[in-house]
Protein backbone atom coordinates (compact mmCIF):
# COMPACT_ATOMS: atom_id res chain seq x y z
CA UNK A 1 0.00 0.00 0.00
CA UNK A 2 1.19 3.58 -1.09
CA UNK A 3 2.09 5.55 2.39
CA UNK A 4 -0.97 7.54 3.37
CA UNK A 5 -0.08 11.30 3.33
CA UNK A 6 -2.59 13.09 4.52
CA UNK A 7 -3.08 17.21 3.44
CA UNK A 8 -3.49 19.79 6.29
CA UNK A 9 -6.73 20.96 5.15
CA UNK A 10 -9.59 18.68 3.74
CA UNK A 11 -12.56 19.36 2.13
CA UNK A 12 -15.42 18.66 4.13
CA UNK A 13 -18.09 17.34 2.43
CA UNK A 14 -16.77 18.66 -0.51
CA UNK A 15 -15.98 22.44 -0.20
CA UNK A 16 -19.81 22.71 1.60
CA UNK A 17 -19.72 26.76 1.79
CA UNK A 18 -19.48 27.27 -1.44
CA UNK A 19 -21.71 24.56 -3.05
CA UNK A 20 -24.47 22.18 -2.03
CA UNK A 21 -23.00 19.53 0.52
CA UNK A 22 -21.51 16.01 -0.61
CA UNK A 23 -22.91 16.80 -4.29
CA UNK A 24 -20.74 16.79 -7.38
CA UNK A 25 -20.42 20.50 -7.54
CA UNK A 26 -19.06 20.51 -4.33
CA UNK A 27 -16.29 17.83 -5.13
CA UNK A 28 -15.80 20.47 -8.04
CA UNK A 29 -15.73 23.78 -6.21
CA UNK A 30 -13.12 21.90 -3.60
CA UNK A 31 -10.93 21.00 -6.96
CA UNK A 32 -11.20 24.34 -8.09
CA UNK A 33 -9.61 26.17 -4.61
CA UNK A 34 -6.48 23.65 -5.24
CA UNK A 35 -8.10 21.27 -2.37
CA UNK A 36 -6.02 18.41 -1.97
CA UNK A 37 -8.40 16.03 -0.27
CA UNK A 38 -12.34 15.92 0.33
CA UNK A 39 -14.38 14.14 2.97
CA UNK A 40 -17.82 12.04 1.66
CA UNK A 41 -20.41 10.73 3.51
CA UNK A 42 -21.42 7.33 2.15
CA UNK A 43 -24.89 5.33 3.19
CA UNK A 44 -27.19 2.94 1.07
CA UNK A 45 -30.67 3.59 -0.15
CA UNK A 46 -33.46 0.90 0.48
CA UNK A 47 -32.31 -0.70 -2.73
CA UNK A 48 -28.84 -0.92 -1.65
CA UNK A 49 -27.26 1.71 -4.09
CA UNK A 50 -24.38 3.30 -2.74
CA UNK A 51 -24.72 7.25 -2.36
CA UNK A 52 -23.46 10.09 -1.28
CA UNK A 53 -25.80 11.98 1.38
CA UNK A 54 -25.11 12.77 5.18
CA UNK A 55 -28.21 12.81 6.68
CA UNK A 56 -30.95 10.43 7.38
CA UNK A 57 -33.67 11.81 6.68
CA UNK A 58 -34.25 13.47 3.24
CA UNK A 59 -35.78 17.01 4.56
CA UNK A 60 -32.33 19.27 5.21
CA UNK A 61 -31.01 18.97 1.93
CA UNK A 62 -33.46 17.90 -0.59
CA UNK A 63 -36.90 19.27 0.60
CA UNK A 64 -38.47 15.94 -0.18
CA UNK A 65 -39.43 13.75 3.25
CA UNK A 66 -38.68 10.29 4.64
CA UNK A 67 -35.60 8.39 5.06
CA UNK A 68 -32.92 7.55 2.98
CA UNK A 69 -33.15 4.12 4.31
CA UNK A 70 -36.97 3.98 3.45
CA UNK A 71 -36.09 5.44 -0.45
CA UNK A 72 -35.44 3.72 -3.38
CA UNK A 73 -32.68 4.71 -5.98
CA UNK A 74 -34.90 5.84 -8.77
CA UNK A 75 -36.91 8.15 -6.03
CA UNK A 76 -34.38 9.51 -4.58
CA UNK A 77 -33.37 10.36 -8.07
CA UNK A 78 -35.82 12.80 -8.73
CA UNK A 79 -34.98 14.65 -5.50
CA UNK A 80 -32.87 18.43 -6.04
CA UNK A 81 -30.04 18.48 -3.87
CA UNK A 82 -29.13 21.87 -4.75
CA UNK A 83 -31.56 23.83 -5.01
CA UNK A 84 -32.03 24.31 -1.09
CA UNK A 85 -28.37 25.89 -1.26
CA UNK A 86 -28.57 28.40 -4.07
CA UNK A 87 -31.08 29.04 -7.10
CA UNK A 88 -27.80 28.12 -9.16
CA UNK A 89 -27.66 24.68 -7.76
CA UNK A 90 -30.80 23.77 -8.86
CA UNK A 91 -30.89 20.75 -10.74
CA UNK A 92 -28.27 19.28 -9.22
CA UNK A 93 -28.65 15.38 -7.71
CA UNK A 94 -27.67 13.16 -4.81
CA UNK A 95 -24.73 11.77 -6.41
CA UNK A 96 -24.26 7.84 -6.53
CA UNK A 97 -20.90 6.64 -4.92
CA UNK A 98 -19.76 5.36 -8.03
CA UNK A 99 -20.15 9.42 -9.83
CA UNK A 100 -18.57 10.69 -6.92
CA UNK A 101 -15.87 8.34 -7.20
CA UNK A 102 -14.97 9.56 -10.57
CA UNK A 103 -15.20 13.23 -9.93
CA UNK A 104 -12.43 12.85 -7.52
CA UNK A 105 -10.25 10.32 -9.59
CA UNK A 106 -11.05 13.45 -12.48
CA UNK A 107 -9.70 15.75 -10.59
CA UNK A 108 -6.87 14.03 -8.80
CA UNK A 109 -8.12 14.65 -5.58
CA UNK A 110 -7.40 12.57 -2.49
CA UNK A 111 -10.51 11.47 -0.53
CA UNK A 112 -12.09 10.03 3.29
CA UNK A 113 -14.73 8.26 2.78
CA UNK A 114 -16.81 8.68 5.48
CA UNK A 115 -19.10 5.13 5.81
CA UNK A 116 -22.35 6.94 7.64
CA UNK A 117 -25.00 3.86 7.52
CA UNK A 118 -28.87 4.65 8.14
CA UNK A 119 -28.84 2.31 11.75
CA UNK A 120 -28.52 -1.36 10.85
CA UNK A 121 -26.97 -1.11 8.07
CA UNK A 122 -23.45 -1.33 9.35
CA UNK A 123 -21.96 -3.99 7.88
CA UNK A 124 -24.29 -4.05 4.55
CA UNK A 125 -23.15 -0.22 3.80
CA UNK A 126 -19.19 -1.06 4.22
CA UNK A 127 -19.45 -4.03 2.17
CA UNK A 128 -21.30 -2.43 -0.91
CA UNK A 129 -19.26 1.05 -0.51
CA UNK A 130 -16.11 -0.62 -0.70
CA UNK A 131 -17.12 -2.81 -3.16
CA UNK A 132 -17.95 -0.20 -5.68
CA UNK A 133 -15.00 1.78 -4.86
CA UNK A 134 -12.28 -1.10 -4.87
CA UNK A 135 -13.84 -1.51 -8.49
CA UNK A 136 -13.11 1.86 -9.83
CA UNK A 137 -10.05 3.67 -7.82
CA UNK A 138 -6.99 3.40 -9.68
CA UNK A 139 -4.57 0.89 -8.62
CA UNK A 140 -1.68 3.10 -8.28
CA UNK A 141 -3.06 5.94 -6.63
CA UNK A 142 -3.09 6.05 -3.01
CA UNK A 143 -6.42 4.41 -1.77
CA UNK A 144 -8.99 6.64 0.14
CA UNK A 145 -8.87 7.10 3.99
CA UNK A 146 -11.99 4.98 4.95
CA UNK A 147 -13.51 6.48 8.32
CA UNK A 148 -16.61 6.15 10.13
CA UNK A 149 -18.58 6.54 13.67
CA UNK A 150 -19.81 3.16 13.40
CA UNK A 151 -17.38 1.07 14.49
CA UNK A 152 -19.12 -2.37 12.69
CA UNK A 153 -18.85 -0.69 9.74
CA UNK A 154 -14.71 0.31 10.27
CA UNK A 155 -14.57 -3.85 11.41
CA UNK A 156 -16.01 -4.70 7.99
CA UNK A 157 -13.85 -2.44 6.21
CA UNK A 158 -10.97 -4.17 7.82
CA UNK A 159 -12.17 -7.67 7.10
CA UNK A 160 -12.57 -6.89 3.69
CA UNK A 161 -10.12 -4.75 2.92
CA UNK A 162 -7.35 -4.63 5.35
CA UNK A 163 -4.89 -2.74 3.26
CA UNK A 164 -6.58 0.19 2.68
CA UNK A 165 -5.85 2.75 5.73
CA UNK A 166 -9.03 2.97 8.59
CA UNK A 167 -9.64 6.53 10.34
CA UNK A 168 -11.55 5.60 13.56
CA UNK A 169 -14.20 8.66 14.30
CA UNK A 170 -15.17 10.10 17.94
CA UNK A 171 -17.72 12.94 17.98
CA UNK A 172 -17.20 12.79 22.39
CA UNK A 173 -14.11 11.22 24.24
CA UNK A 174 -14.76 8.11 26.09
CA UNK A 175 -12.78 6.00 27.82
CA UNK A 176 -12.02 3.07 26.06
CA UNK A 177 -11.26 4.41 22.44
CA UNK A 178 -7.70 3.35 22.44
CA UNK A 179 -8.79 0.00 22.81
CA UNK A 180 -10.84 0.43 19.43
CA UNK A 181 -8.29 2.27 17.88
CA UNK A 182 -5.93 -0.32 18.18
CA UNK A 183 -8.57 -3.02 17.26
CA UNK A 184 -8.86 -1.60 14.30
CA UNK A 185 -5.66 -1.15 13.48
CA UNK A 186 -6.59 2.87 13.22
CA UNK A 187 -3.94 5.08 10.34
CA UNK A 188 -5.81 8.37 11.91
CA UNK A 189 -7.78 9.47 14.82
CA UNK A 190 -10.32 11.29 13.66
CA UNK A 191 -11.96 13.64 16.63
CA UNK A 192 -14.48 16.23 17.24
CA UNK A 193 -11.93 19.49 16.99
CA UNK A 194 -14.85 22.30 18.09
CA UNK A 195 -15.56 19.85 21.79
CA UNK A 196 -11.66 18.91 22.15
CA UNK A 197 -9.95 19.66 25.59
CA UNK A 198 -6.07 20.04 25.64
CA UNK A 199 -6.20 17.13 27.86
CA UNK A 200 -8.37 15.40 25.60
CA UNK A 201 -6.24 16.12 22.48
CA UNK A 202 -3.24 15.03 23.95
CA UNK A 203 -4.68 11.55 25.19
CA UNK A 204 -5.06 11.44 21.18
CA UNK A 205 -1.99 12.54 20.45
CA UNK A 206 -0.24 9.87 22.60
CA UNK A 207 -1.73 7.26 20.57
CA UNK A 208 0.87 8.20 17.76
CA UNK A 209 -1.60 8.24 14.93
CA UNK A 210 -2.06 11.27 13.07
CA UNK A 211 -4.82 13.20 14.72
CA UNK A 212 -7.71 15.11 12.03
CA UNK A 213 -10.30 17.53 13.63
CA UNK A 214 -13.36 18.24 11.98
CA UNK A 215 -15.07 20.21 11.33
CA UNK A 216 -13.12 23.46 11.46
CA UNK A 217 -13.95 26.75 9.45
CA UNK A 218 -11.99 29.14 12.56
CA UNK A 219 -8.45 30.11 11.24
CA UNK A 220 -7.56 30.70 14.40
CA UNK A 221 -8.98 27.53 15.86
CA UNK A 222 -6.80 25.63 13.34
CA UNK A 223 -3.86 27.49 14.23
CA UNK A 224 -4.15 26.38 17.43
CA UNK A 225 -4.98 22.93 16.89
CA UNK A 226 -1.94 22.76 14.29
CA UNK A 227 0.12 24.31 17.06
CA UNK A 228 -0.85 21.18 19.40
CA UNK A 229 -0.05 18.84 16.67
CA UNK A 230 -3.48 18.27 15.04
CA UNK A 231 -2.12 16.67 11.48
CA UNK A 232 -5.28 17.82 9.15
CA UNK A 233 -8.55 19.53 9.86
CA UNK A 234 -11.68 18.94 7.57
CA UNK A 235 -13.25 22.66 6.82
CA UNK A 236 -16.27 23.72 5.13
CA UNK A 237 -14.18 26.41 3.68
CA UNK A 238 -10.39 25.02 3.25
CA UNK A 239 -9.57 28.25 1.00
CA UNK A 240 -9.95 30.32 4.34
CA UNK A 241 -8.23 28.10 6.73
CA UNK A 242 -5.32 28.06 3.59
CA UNK A 243 -5.10 31.76 3.20
CA UNK A 244 -4.92 32.45 7.17
CA UNK A 245 -2.29 29.58 7.58
CA UNK A 246 -0.12 30.75 4.92
CA UNK A 247 -0.09 34.50 6.15
CA UNK A 248 0.52 33.63 9.51
CA UNK A 249 3.86 31.70 8.49
O1 LIG B 1 -15.42 12.98 8.90
C1 LIG B 1 -15.48 14.20 9.56
C2 LIG B 1 -16.88 14.69 9.72
O2 LIG B 1 -17.51 14.65 8.48
C3 LIG B 1 -17.66 13.86 10.71
O3 LIG B 1 -18.91 14.39 11.01
O4 LIG B 1 -21.33 14.55 10.83
O5 LIG B 1 -19.90 15.97 9.38
O6 LIG B 1 -20.08 13.52 8.96
P1 LIG B 1 -20.11 14.62 9.99
MG1 LIG C 1 -18.69 13.26 7.34
Not at 16 to 32: G, K, M, R
Not at 84 to 109: C, H, M, Q
Not at 177 to 204: K, M
Not at 234 to 249: A, K, W
Request: net charge negative.
Amino acid sequence: MSKLIIPKIIGHRGACAYAPENTLASIHAAADLGVEWVEMDVKLTRDNVPVIFHDEDLNRCTGGSGLVAETDFKDLRELDAGAWFGESFIGEKIPTLEEALNAVIDRNLGLNLEIKPCPGREVETAEVALDFATRIWPDDAPPPLISSFSYVSLESAMDMLEEWPRGVLIDEYFDGWRDIAAHLDAHTVNINGLTVTPEQLEDYLAFGKPVLAYTIDDPARAQDLFDRGVAGVFSNCPDVIREEIETLH
